[in-house]
C-alpha cells in the first residue's frame, strides 16, 4: 500500500517556477512532510521538510493544506542543474512501521 | 565535518562470491539505514540498525543478506553468494535520532555489479 503518490515525471523550461503535488491521504497526526532531491549516481538529498501550512528555504517552499492530505513542493525558477528526481516522503517511525518510505519520486526535466 | 562515507564506491562480484559494503555514518549520528535502488526505481528500504542493535529488518531479504552496527567501526551489509539479482546502487543513510521530523543524510552509494 503506496504511502504518497507523485507524479511520475515533468517538464519544464529554465526560468519557469514548478510545482510537484504529492497525495498522501492516510497521514497521521504525527507524522511531518519530506522532500527529497536525487541526481543520478548520488543519494538523495534533504531538501524541506513540513508538518502545516507553509515553509520556505533558500532552496523551495513547500506548502501543506489545513487537512494535510497533500503537499506541493514548489521550486522557483528552476534551471538545468535542478533535473533530477524529487521523493515526498510521509514520516511514520513513531508507529514502528518502515521508516521514510521512498516510492518511486518525479522525475523533473530541466529543459533549456 | 565529513558526511556519511561509503566504500567501495563500485563493486564488482561474481556469482557466489561474497559482498561486503561498508558505511560510516556522520560524526555524532547513532542511526544507520540501508537502501537498494535498481536503475530508474525509487529506494527500498532494507534495514535500520542503531549501535550494536538491529531495529526494523523487515526490508531485507531473509537468506544470503545481514546487516551490522558494531560498537565500533563502520556498519556493514553483507551479501553472500551474490546473484545477478543483487546487482544495484546500495545507499546509506544516517541521523541522530529516530524522531519523525528527522532527516535522513544519505552516502554517494556503492554500485554493486555481479557477473
Known amino acids: 500500500l503506496a504511502k504518497t503518490t507523485q507524479p511520475i515525471s515533468m517538464d519544464s523550461y529554465e526560468g519557469q517556477e514548478v510545482n510537484i503535488t504529492c497525495s498522501h491521504n492516510?497521514?497521521?497526526?504525527?507524522?511531518?512532510i519530506t522532500w527529497y532531491q536525487q541526481f543520478p549516481s548520488q543519494g538523495p538529498r534533504f531538501i524541506i521538510q513540513g508538518y502545516k501550512t507553509k515553509v520556505t528555504n533558500e532552496v523551495a517552499s513547500l506548502f501543506i493544506p489545513a487537512d494535510r492530505k497533500s503537499s506541493t513542493l514548489s521550486l522557483p525558477r528552476v534551471s538545468l542543474s535542478d533535473t533530477a528526481v524529487y521523493y515526498c516522503?510521509?514520516?511514520?517511525?513513531?508507529?514502528?512501521?518502515?521508516?521514510?518510505?521512498f516510492g518511486k519520486g518525479t522525475r523533473l526535466s530541466v529543459i533549456a | 565535518n565529513a558526511g556519511v562515507m561509503q566504500n567501495p564506491r563500485h563493486l564488482v562480484r561474481r556469482r557466489g562470491q561474497e559482498a561486503r559494503l561498508r558505511c560510516s555514518p556522520m560524526k555524532g549520528h547513532s542511526h544507520v539505514y540501508w537502501y537498494r535502488q535498481l536503475p530508474e526505481e525509487g529506494l527500498k528500504f532494507m534495514v535500520y540498525?542503531?549501535?550494536?542493535?538491529?531495529?526494523?529488518e523487515s526490508g531485507m531479504p531473509k537468506e544470503r543478506f545481514s546487516a551490522e552496527f558494531p560498537k565500533e567501526g563502520p556498519s556493514i551489509l553483507r551479501i553472500q553468494q551474490v546473484v545477478r539479482g543483487d546487482s544495484a546502487a546500495y545507499f546509506c543513510?544516517?541521523?541522530?535520532?529516530?524522531?519523525?521530523?528527522?532527516?535522513?543524510?544519505f552516502g554517494s552509494g556503492t554500485q554493486l555489479s555481479v557477473l
Open positions: 492516510n497521514i497521521a497526526t504525527n507524522d511531518y
Open positions: 543513510a544516517s541521523s541522530t535520532t529516530t524522531a519523525t521530523n528527522e532527516k535522513l543524510f
Open positions: 516522503l510521509v514520516g511514520d517511525r513513531d508507529s514502528g512501521n518502515t521508516p521514510l518510505v
Open positions: 540498525l542503531q549501535k550494536e542493535n538491529i531495529i526494523d
